[in-house]
Antibody
């Protein structure tokens, strides 16, 4: 069965970086892209971007351009999302999802940004 | 930037039909997707490509499209359907995706 398992919760100080991992199993990793979506406390879903696991092509949300980098490691079927220059409003649960439209989702990773 | 507009809330009694709309200028060109999210849980895809239902999703969930508006319909609403529902689609270029603001479905 398809599974996406994300790394554990993180607490970071403003200005720091965070890297969240998403390990895929149960399907051919390079046949689907990975989307990243975040949800601030009590707020809606926000699309962050997408990466092709086949060739590494990326599309990022304009508001995150320059701060976010999405990568994949096909040898371990793992996708990564790095967010730099963290601010308090980056506090959110971060999700990975299979494909551009998210047919399967990871369990979420809480990233807390606090001084 | 591109936006999808949903009503903040919809309320129905058990057994009735709930309809949740999502409006966006690019919807005539781009497919819409619908997600159900319950508190503390990851979203679940309930409708893809405007009207297709993934395996395991009850038949009472259906989707439709008309012009710049797509609609999620839940027929014979059950208490377990109480959740937040989000639409998602792409802008006219197809490269940037966006979520609607979400609709809280309350089962009275």
């Amino acid at each position: 069965q398809v599974q996406l398992v994300q790394s554990g919760a993180e607490v970071k100080k403003p200005g720091a970086s965070v890297k969240v991992s998403c390990k895929a199993s149960g399907y051919t990793f390079t046949s689907y892209g990975i989307s990243w979506v975040r949800q601030a406390p009590g707020q809606g879903l926000e699309w962050m971007g997408w990466i092709s696991a086949y060739n590494g092509n990326t599309n990022y949300a304009q508001k995150l351009q320059g701060r976010v980098t999405m990568t994949t490691d096909t040898s371990t079927s793992t996708a990564y999302m790095e967010l730099r220059s963290l601010r308090s409003d980056d506090t959110a649960v971060y999700y990975c999802a299979r494909a551009a439209h998210g047919d399967y989702w990871g369990q979420g990773t809480l990233v807390t940004v606090s001084s | 930037s591109y936006e999808l507009t949903q009503p903040p809330s919809v309320s129905v009694s058990p057994g009735q039909t709930a309809r949740i709309t999502c409006s966006g200028d690019a919807l005539p060109k781009q497919y819409a997707y619908w997600y159900q999210q319950k508190p503390g849980q990851a979203p679940v895809l309930v409708i893809y490509k405007d009207s297709e239902r993934p395996s395991g999703i009850p038949e009472r969930f259906s989707g439709s499209s008309s012009g710049t508006t797509v609609t999620l319909t839940i027929s014979g609403v059950q208490a377990e359907d109480e959740a937040d529902y989000y639409c998602q689609s792409a802008d006219s270029s197809g490269t940037i995706r966006v979520f609607g603001g979400g609709t809280k479905l309350t089962v009275l």
